[in-house]
């Protein structure tokens, strides 16, 4: 058998070299002998060692649902719903709005949404679900006779 390069002489960095005993060359079929005792009788490529191997870590699916924070720390921005208050041609009229809403309802907030210009959306709330703002929207309603709720992306942290 011809010895592979960095194989069967002294000084080798192959483990049945260190661990041979001085002098005794290695011959077809031996096993290379074993100075630490916890490991005698077993040859270096025995695949029955208990030696722990280094695969690639398996994801784990969870197979209950996920928590409110678990999915709002995976998404922070999520499409959930607003309640749309009224449709302006102006800024100005916008925050006039916005300032009517705040003083009837202070704990709410309040969003501007400009990206339809030359209309302007006045937003109040976040909600998860249209019946999480079904209770706001009819209290809501009755200063704000065409206020809906409208599917909207929130952040998922703010959302009832």
Known sequence: ???RPGHGHAGSSCPSAATRKPGRAAADGDRPVLRDRRLAGKTWNDDSDSTPRT???????PERELSQAEICRRNPRIM?????????K???????????????????KVEIDASLRPNYKVMAGSYLTK???AGDLARIRQYFK???AMQYRVFCVEAK
């Open 90 to 108: 102006s800024n100005e009229e916008a925050r006039e709005v916005g300032m009517y809403f705040r003083r009837r309802f202070p704990n709410m």
């Open 131 to 133: 019946q999480s703002a």
């Open 80 to 88: 959930g719903y607003k309640i749309q208050l009224a449709v302006v």
């Open 55 to 61: 695969a690639t870590p398996k994801i784990v699916v």
């Open 146 to 148: 065409s206020a809906l």
């Open 1 to 3: 058998r011809t010895p």
